[in-house]
DNA sequence: AGTCCGTTCGA
DNA sequence: CGAACGGAC
């Protein structure tokens, strides 16, 4: 009897020779997919992201019959060869535009198309590809404004009928896939967590939800962590399950403000694409290198309070409450998303690559344009970025957004008794602070100023 | 896509 | 005396 599998390496195996495609063979297994997983820190196990990524691929792959190469930011060159070892006949490459080389989609397209082989790409579609849009003197846009007329100006193709590409399958119906990564990493997912479903029914199920209940409020709910206001369209866009010519067609004849306003987040995803076409290395560098003249913090006591704040047990009930909310499902709402990284580069005084990289590592719909863009926008060294005085007061910002507290309690059982806003200062309640749930591990008002003082005196 | 503080304005 | 506003960071 033939079994199924996925299969995972490491990126730095030789795949075209790699033992584990013989003894697959050897043991009948009939090969589904190979991914290669380096966009995500390798080390991490239990990922939620690798977790929502792996049963995209593998409904992906079940479609296609096993006649699939999954090839996930490998250099392209090796394509034809590895499509080759496993006998596959179409293969998959994402279609995001990462660090690993711009244009690369031409090159690899011509690469196969030499050797015979079929090649469909998915994954982080654009309405307009990066690079596309340009000033008239053929630069790039570096800011946000002139680069959304221009893109509005360029336009783009209709989207394709639903349904024209690759039928997805129920994830469920693939459950038998072992993966032989010694590691098992990207299948192990941590008990009690909750996932989006994966595939294109289920985003185009999700979008109509949106667009009929959610989206004329949309101006309104989005900074609303404690209503359901946003899309969750972003691991259907990172993944490919839909595309945002889709979603573009759809809001084309909506004239009101929350369509408006949806439309120019899709458009700060692209523009963030476009911004790493040209910038390659604008993924883990800033790109106004100002704040890395400023002093970090670092050692122990440091690393403490990463660890804190990874956790969601910095005491500041806001910001842990989107930590855990982060670590419950992989997903984390864009206001927490902000308040957070505030509060790691200004109150903690880390750099913003040490968040980005633990946001990549959880998030189901981790990107490193909008995810490592969006950071530096927040830590004042992106192109167009807030100033870095702007701080997110972690107080204020639970108060003005999750106003009844629901928010916090939903991801705070330590906190779950307390009622109404209170819950925001736990530790003004009579009784002190609910047993377990920590005192703050800083003072905001000291670590602002401290934040402020810093900045003046940058080299 | 922020916060804080000092000042002014109106109840 | 609190809301509203402007400037500074």
Redesign the pocket.
């Known amino acids: 009897m033939t079994s199924t599998s996925l299969l995972w390496f490491r990126r730095d195996l030789r795949l075209g020779d790699h033992p584990a495609l013989a003894a697959a063979a050897d043991h009948n297994h009939r090969v589904l997919g190979v991914f290669v997983a380096d966009d995500v820190p390798l080390d991490a196990s239990g990922s939620p992201r690798r977790a929502v990524l792996a049963r995209t691929l593998a409904a992906l792959a079940q479609a296609m019959d096993g006649r699939l190469l999954i090839a996930h930011g490998r250099p392209r060159s090796v394509l034809p060869r590895l499509a080759r070892a496993v006998d596959a006949d179409v293969v998959h490459v994402s279609a995001d535009y990462g660090p690993y080389g711009r244009r690369r989609d031409e090159q690899v397209q011509r690469a196969l198309q030499d050797a015979g082989v079929e090649w469909v790409a998915t994954g982080s579609p654009y309405a307009v590809a990066p690079g596309r849009v340009r000033k008239s003197n053929g630069e790039r846009y570096a800011v ?1 404004t002139p680069f959304y007329r221009g893109w509005t100006d360029h336009g783009w193709r209709k989207p394709a009928r639903s349904g024209s590409g690759v039928d997805w399958v129920d994830p469920g119906e693939v459950d038998g896939i072992t993966a032989h990564d010694p590691q098992e990493y990207a299948r192990t997912v941590p008990a009690g967590m909750s996932l989006p479903e994966v595939g294109e029914q289920a985003a185009l199920d999700g979008w109509r939800t949106f667009r009929d209940e959610a989206l004329d409020d949309y ?1 309104g709910d989005r ?1 609303r962590p404690d209503r359901p206001g946003t899309s969750h369209m972003s691991v259907y866009l990172k993944w490919g399950s839909i595309h945002p010519r889709t979603l573009l067609a759809d809001l084309a004849g909506r004239r009101s403000t929350g369509a408006a ?1 949806y439309r ?2 899709l458009a ?1 995803r692209e ?1 963030y694409a476009d911004s790493v076409f040209h910038l390659p290395e604008s993924v883990w560098t800033s790109v106004d290198p100002v704040i890395d003249r400023m002093a970090w913090d670092s050692g122990q006591p440091a690393e403490e309070r990463f660890e804190a704040w990874r956790a969601g047990r910095t005491g500041y009930p806001f910001i842990d409450a989107g930590m855990r909310q982060l670590l419950a499902e992989g997903w984390m709402h ?2 927490l998303r ?2 957070t990284a ?1 509060f790691l580069i200004k109150d903690l005084h880390l750099p913003w690559q040490r968040g980005a990289e633990h946001f990549l590592e959880h998030l189901v719909d981790g990107d490193y344009a909008s995810n490592n863009h ?1 950071w530096q ?1 927040v830590a004042g060294s992106g192109a167009q970025a ?2 870095f ?9 639970g108060e ?2 999750d106003p009844s507290g629901d928010f916090v309690r939903r991801y705070i059982p330590e906190l779950r008794d307390v009622p109404g806003r209170k819950v925001h200062r736990p530790w003004e309640l009579d009784g002190g602070v609910p047993a377990g749930y920590p005192e703050p591990i800083v003072d ?2 000291d670590e ?1 100023a401290e934040a ?2 810093r ?2 005196q940058r080299g």
Request: charge should be positive.
């Open positions: 946000f101006d900074d306003s120019r987040e700060w523009f864009n206001r902000m308040a505030s969006g926008w807030a100033p005085f702007r701080i997110f007061n972690p107080l204020t910002q003005k957004f905001h008002a602002r402020l003082r900045w003046q």
